[in-house]
């Protein structure tokens, strides 16, 4: 079975400075998805950004990046110039087609950034 | 509609009793999923549709939990004699189609349902 695993509670980050957060998982599929989610307040769960297991490039989506390593992994997420509306919870999810058709996610039990001013 | 919409957005409600949740999802959107997010926690799956059948039912924790949903619209979350280990934030989200639920779901705000 697949986990997911998120070893940070709770981190904080001075604006406009870097953060990385990490994400480990266990599978022994070759093809899947990996994601990051972030959670505010209001509950909606926003997609941060999406990395294809079968792709070595590491995705990237303006101020936010990560670090894909297949062989060990683990997929941390990197927020560069850190911003007061990044406060929320993040979380990790692995993703892979089932038979049934469908794309589900495992996640992680998140991690909750703060942003200093 | 433009997003996925949700409700009640909180509910309270005493132990035993039935409640339903509801989820509307983006318009056109064939695949739905319910997801359950207790405190402290990441997301469990619950249920997915593909139009109005569910080919996923594996993530229901027991028969007091059920869902349905009308065509490619409104889904129902129903828990009947609810317990407090209930009490969550029920999620839901689309997708345009089940072959694109990899490239991330549209969720919903949630309910966040209270047991007391």
């Known amino acids: 079975a697949q986990t997911v695993t998120q070893s940070q509670p709770e981190m904080s980050v001075q604006e406009a400075e870097t953060v990385t957060l990490s994400c480990t998982y266990d599978t022994s599929e070759s093809n899947y998805y990996l994601f990051w989610y972030k959670q505010p307040p209001s509950r909606q769960m926003i997609l941060v950004i999406r990395q294809e297991a079968y792709k070595q490039q590491n995705a990237t989506e303006n101020r936010f990046s990560v670090n894909f390593q297949k062989a060990a992994k683990s997929f941390s997420l990197k927020i560069s110039d850190s911003q007061l509306g990044d406060t929320a919870m993040y979380f990790c999810?692995?993703?892979?087609?089932?038979?049934?058709?469908?794309?589900?996610?495992?996640f992680g039990t998140g991690t909750r950034l703060k942003v200093l001013a | 509609g433009a997003g996925v919409s949700q409700s009640p957005s909180n509910k309270v409600t005493e132990k035993g009793k039935d409640v339903e949740l509801r989820c509307d999802p983006i318009?056109?959107?064939?695949?739905l999923y319910w997801y359950r997010q207790r405190l402290g926690q990441g997301l469990e799956f619950l249920i997915y549709?593909?139009?109005?059948?569910?080919?996923?039912k594996s993530g229901l924790p027991s028969d007091r939990f059920s869902a349905e949903r009308t065509g490619e619209s409104v889904s129902t979350l129903t828990i009947q004699r609810t317990q407090q280990e209930d009490s969550a934030v029920y999620l839901c989200?689309?997708?345009?189609?089940?072959?694109?639920?990899?490239?991330?779901?549209?969720f919903g705000s949630g309910t966040r349902l209270t047991v007391v």
């Open positions: 989200a689309s997708t345009s189609g089940r072959s694109q639920g990899h490239y991330g779901y549209t």
């Open positions: 549709f593909q139009g109005n059948s569910a080919p996923d």
């Open positions: 999810a692995f993703m892979r087609g089932t038979t049934s058709g469908t794309y589900k996610y495992i």
């Open positions: 318009s056109g959107h064939t695949a």
